[in-house]
């Protein structure tokens, strides 16, 4: 060993130790990405599919139109955003009923929209969600 590995190695872990404080991304934590998703889901009618696209009893995640729709056993709908409301990540990723951003973690319920798991704090906007023609629309009706 020489004399030179000592201070080669502080100086490597003190450089390791500054990456992950650079890579947190501190400025996603904001309130002001909070209210730019909060803005990101559809202001106008979008088509989802067929009716039966999503069963009695299950929700189903639709990546591309940003909506998350559950059918109840009943039969109802209902609709949430699917764009987080930490930083405005398009979320992915549903397992059961749990929606899951992989940007920072946060979970929602995407039968209720609720938050459970932070960062996030805002729950998911609900989106109206209808079957016209028979076919599933999400989104403000035409006026
Ligand atoms: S954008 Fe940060 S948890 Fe989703």
New binding site residues.
């Given amino acids: 060993m020489s004399a030179h590995s000592t201070p080669s190695r502080r100086a490597l872990l003190q450089g390791a130790a500054a990456v992950p404080v650079v890579g947190l991304g501190l400025a996603?934590c904001s309130t002001e990405?909070n209210r730019r998703a909060a803005s990101a889901t559809p202001t106008a009618p979008v088509e989802l599919g067929p009716e039966g696209e999503v069963a009695k009893g299950t929700t189903k995640l639709f990546e591309e139109q940003k909506v998350v729709v559950t059918r109840a056993e009943d039969g109802g709908l209902t609709a949430y955003g699917s764009v987080?409301t930490?930083?405005?990540?398009p979320m992915n990723k549903l397992e059961g009923t749990t929606l899951i951003?992989s940007?920072?973690?946060?979970r929602f319920d995407a039968t209720t929209g609720e938050v459970l798991e932070r960062?996030?704090t805002v729950p998911l906007p609900e989106v109206p969600v209808r079957v016209e023609g028979g076919r599933l629309v999400a989104g403000p009706a035409e006026a």
Avoid: F, I, M
């Fill in positions: 996603g990405g987080c930490h930083a405005g990540c951003c940007c920072h973690g946060s960062p996030a």
